[in-house]
């Protein structure tokens, strides 16, 4: 069993930047793959970045490649989420993931935090 929290969320401006944090506890958090999702009001949730054990490889959506930055330390059960050059269509719930498997499968993860809301102003 794997317990997610996820914090560092908020409001901020068109091109500036947020570091979201998911804080793991529970057995194995090393031994599982970690992903972002995002949810937008009335969209999909939808896949955003994942990260392997040892850190490689990871993986982005198109839509946030060359902006986000996934990392994880696995001494302090902890995944990132650096978001640089945000955008309004940044503007979602965002929710940590853990799972078995590399995939951007939403379906494939097992655990999930309860989200963080960010909101980007134009």
Do not use: H
């Amino acid at each position: 069993q794997v317990q997610l929290v996820e914090s560092g969320g908020g409001l901020v401006q068109t091109g500036g930047s947020l570091r979201l944090s998911c804080a793991a506890s529970g057995r194995a958090f090393s031994s599982y793959i970690m992903a972002w999702f995002r949810q937008a009001p009335g969209k999909e949730r939808e896949f955003v970045a994942a990260i392997a054990w040892s850190s490689s490889p990871t993986t982005y959506a198109d839509s946030v490649k060359g902006r986000f930055t996934i990392s994880r330390d696995n001494a302090k059960n902890t995944v990132y989420l650096q978001m640089n050059t945000l955008k309004p269509e940044d503007t979602a719930v965002y929710y940590c993931a853990a799972g078995p498997a590399w995939t951007s499968s939403l379906n494939r993860y097992n655990y999930w935090g309860q989200g963080t809301q960010v909101t980007v102003s134009s």
